[in-house]
């Protein structure tokens, strides 16, 4: 698996390079010796480390696999998310999708031993090099499908799993169903071999239905890396009782939001809904969003939503630690023609976002010819009463 001196040079050299164009330029005869398909494959994967796995990407000696295995790895800083849901020193964790290995290496990290379980054999060969150079210890790497090493497994305290969400002619797929391996059929199996049970999904995925398909589910865990949410995570045990939401905002400083929140606190909780847009507008992060802790969040931080599908909030006082965007009111208005075109006379430039409205962004360019850009925020949506206004503020 190592690479020749000769390979590591020219993959530094052409780092930075569109891959495409270097490989129409390349004399495959002249090159003969360097393997070209390799060290272009390298090359994407050192342009994709570079911010999704920096520590990989600052180890001489990596190996990168296909192109398909980086899509879906999860990123350095999502792997570190998910190794702080484990204590230290706890036992043994069973990985049954080993893929490229970021996960399990963040995650082996936390146990005593780790078995890494790949039904690709070159991929096998990949993690077994490129975990020895990170310097892991505890470890083994097994080349079976994940599914027949589970029928023979020893119970384990931890087992994961990031199915694969791409069908048999290669089209991505999101429901839970449809991934590899189908873990709705295989749930009583993996509840009777560990103690807890990890699952990665698509953040396209539908959490109210697959709460349905997998049952006894403790914990989802909704996360996002700068306000982009990035994958699901649903966490099993054998006596779970409840489900709690996790939604978790990483930032790449180290900062992080989260809020949690249960089904039937958000059913439950009655909040009023505001008469006025106060001082103060805002926006939950892409986590809450998806979790879908609309009411909570307002009866947890105090602030008043502007209307039941709008996911919008006000106050007259500002709310600092609030999990998402907060901004300074400048003005709102009902967008009709004389009171637009007095905003417009002021306005040439502002960052748009449309909460229940029936005007997309675009339509609103086209229709205003407003620029993008700028400080000035720009929030079309509908308040009580089904009344439509824009409201517009500055980024605090």
């Not at 004399?27 to 003969?32: A, L, N, Q, S, V």
């Not at 600052?58 to 570190?80: M, R």
């Not at 059913?267 to 008469?275: D, F």
Request: aromatic letters at 10%.
């Amino acid at each position: 698996m190592e690479l020749t001196t000769q390979q590591k040079d020219f993959i530094r050299q052409h780092e930075q390079d569109d891959v495409k164009e270097l490989a129409l330029k390349l004399d495959k005869e002249k090159y003969r010796s360097l393997d070209v398909a390799l060290v272009l494959s390298q090359i994407v994967g050192r342009q994709t480390a570079r911010e999704k796995f920096p520590r990989w990407y600052n180890t001489d000696g990596i190996i990168y696999p296909v192109h398909l295995s980086l899509e879906q790895a999860s990123s350095e800083i999502t792997a570190g998310y998910k190794a702080s849901l484990v204590p230290g020193g706890f036992g043994r964790l069973v990985d049954l999708t080993g893929g490229m290995g970021v996960d399990f290496a963040a995650l082996s990290q936390r146990f005593e031993q780790s078995v890494y379980v790949e039904q690709d054999q070159d991929l096998c060969h990949i993690a077994r090099h490129n975990f020895s150079v990170l310097g892991l210890q505890g470890i083994s790497v097994v080349n079976d499908p994940g599914e027949a090493f589970l029928q023979r497994m020893e119970p384990a305290e931890m087992i994961y799993l990031d199915p694969s969400r791409r069908d048999n002619v290669g089209r991505k797929v999101v429901r839970i169903e449809e991934c590899s391996p189908d873990v709705s059929v295989i749930r009583e199996q993996l509840l009777a071999k560990a103690k807890l049970v990890v699952i990665k999904f698509s953040p396209m995925l539908d959490i109210s239905l697959a709460l349905k398909s997998l049952g006894r589910v403790s914990e989802v865990h909704v996360v996002s890396v700068e306000n982009e949410c990035k994958e699901l995570l649903f966490l099993l045990s054998p006596d779970a009782m409840a489900t709690l939401f996790h939604a978790v905002n990483l930032y790449r400083t180290g900062k992080m939001e989260r809020f949690y929140f249960s089904p039937e606190e958000e059913q439950n909780v009655e909040i009023p809904l505001a008469s006025a847009v106060g001082s103060y507008l805002y926006e939950p992060n892409a986590s809450i969003l998806k979790a879908g802790g609309f009411k909570s969040v307002a009866k947890r931080y105090g602030v008043q939503k502007l209307h039941v599908n709008s996911h919008l909030y006000t106050s007259d006082r500002p709310v600092y630690d609030f999990p998402g965007r907060m901004f300074e009111v400048r003005q709102w208005f009902v967008p009709n023609r004389q009171n637009v075109k007095q905003f417009l006379s002021q306005t040439k430039k502002a960052n748009i976002t449309v909460r229940n409205f029936p005007l997309s962004v675009a339509e609103i360019r086209r229709k205003t010819g407003l620029k993008e850009g700028g400080e000035l925020y720009l929030f079309a949506t509908t308040v009580a009463r089904d009344t439509k206004i824009w409201v517009t503020g500055t980024r605090l």
